[in-house]
């Protein structure tokens, strides 16, 4: 089969390699769609995730060269055990997360944070490729309902959901959402779902405000002054009470921190890359809570429920749609040259 594998820093080759067969308790996926993540370029812009391990992944033992991407809908097409629900010829979108069950995260609901986690398409081979392998338990099915094209984006709409549900947003809160990217923005389509009375969204980008302004947010514009007296004016209140960093810098969590009110709820979304200076006083004196969230636990069935019955849509989402054979130059080469007008590139693995 052909598959995208990267071999370090800026060297991504589409390369011919077997097709995965599914070992104990797994299944191989016949992939239909599969969305290329900001976090892939990461990899691919160095320095890797993957390379900073420097040995094999201790639950799949895979390596250098890997292959990218974990945002993904296909069909079951082998199955080694059982699931309860899914069969031969489901279609599915499956979670990300490969965990040992054992530990006391896995135990008490948190696999997420597993002693033993890997990650599809870092710790272990990944979906830009026509089949990939993946855990039973990993998988969750697509109804009619949600296309394959959609389903490729259950990934980072689950992130977003875990976020918001970290938030603890509920009926009738005021939520802010610094960053218009692909979870920003889905994380304000999550927290109109959960029943938020006002949702504000922070982006520098004109194309990204336009998106969320479509999607139902207020948009506040950073470079027109202080968002902060925005929002007040706004809202003629305190701030919001639940704010979420959805790009994971210092400016961005500083900027959260300054929206959200006094005891109000700041989430941490975004992956730091570095480590932030914060003023303390905000969360000490000021008894706000500044909590994080990691990817997903136990949230792809609640995605797929609000993709399932339109309360929440995914069309904006997708910027462009390529096939796999061009998935260098027209996928990882145009998303970094033309980053200001792209959310996610969704990849055809069938068309070789």
């Known amino acids: 089969m052909k598959a995208l594998r990267l071999y370090g820093h800026r060297d991504i080759r589409l390369d011919d390699v077997p097709t995965p067969s599914a070992p104990s308790g797994w299944s191989v996926v016949k992939i239909a769609w599969s969305a290329i993540c900001h976090s892939d370029l990461r990899e691919w812009f160095g320095p890797s995730y993957i390379g900073r391990t420097g040995k094999p ?39 990300g997360c490969i965990y040992c069950g054992t530990c006391w995260y896995c135990t008490h609901g948190h696999y997420n944070l597993c002693d033993n986690i890997a990650v599809l398409g870092f710790d272990a ?22 296309s394959d094209r959609h389903g490729a984006l259950i990934e980072p709409l689950s992130v ?37 009375a006002q949702v504000f969204v922070s982006e520098p980008m004109p194309f990204r405000r336009a998106r969320a302004a ?9 470079n027109d002054g ?18 979420l960093d959805c790009v994971g810098t210092e400016a961005s969590l500083n900027s959260a921190l300054a929206l959200s009110r006094r005891a109000g709820r700041v989430v941490l979304v975004g992956v730091m890359t570095s480590r932030p200076a914060i003023d303390i006083d905000k969360i000490g004196l000021d008894e706000r809570e500044l909590t994080g969230s990691l990817a997903y636990a136990n949230d792809f069935h609640r995605s797929i429920a609000l993709v399932a019955d339109g309360r929440v849509k995914l069309d904006g989402l997708i910027t462009a749609e390529i096939p796999l054979r061009d998935i ?3 996928g990882y080469e145009r998303f970094e040259r033309d980053a200001k007008d792209h959310l996610r590139i969704i990849v055809d693995c069938q068309a070789i």
């Open 57 to 95: 992944n201790e639950i799949t033992g895979v390596y250098f060269p890997v292959i990218l991407g974990h945002e993904f809908s296909g069909t079951v097409v082998e199955m080694n055990g059982t699931h309860p629900t899914i069969k031969v010829g489901d279609r599915v979108a499956p979670d």
């Open 214 to 222: 479509e999607m139902g947010a207020t948009v506040l514009d950073p």
């Open 226 to 243: 202080d968002i902060v007296k925005q929002l007040r004016d706004m809202t003629s209140g305190p701030g919001a009470d639940v704010a």
């Open 125 to 146: 081979h990944g979906s830009h490729a026509q089949y990939v392998a993946v855990p039973n338990y990993s998988l969750y099915k697509l109804p009619d309902s949600v």
């Open 160 to 196: 977003a959901m875990h976020g918001v549900r970290q938030g603890q947003v509920k009926l009738g809160d005021t939520v802010v959402i610094v960053g218009a990217g692909t979870i920003g923005l889905c994380a304000l389509a999550v927290a109109k779902a959960a029943g938020a």
């Open 328 to 330: 260098v130059k027209a």
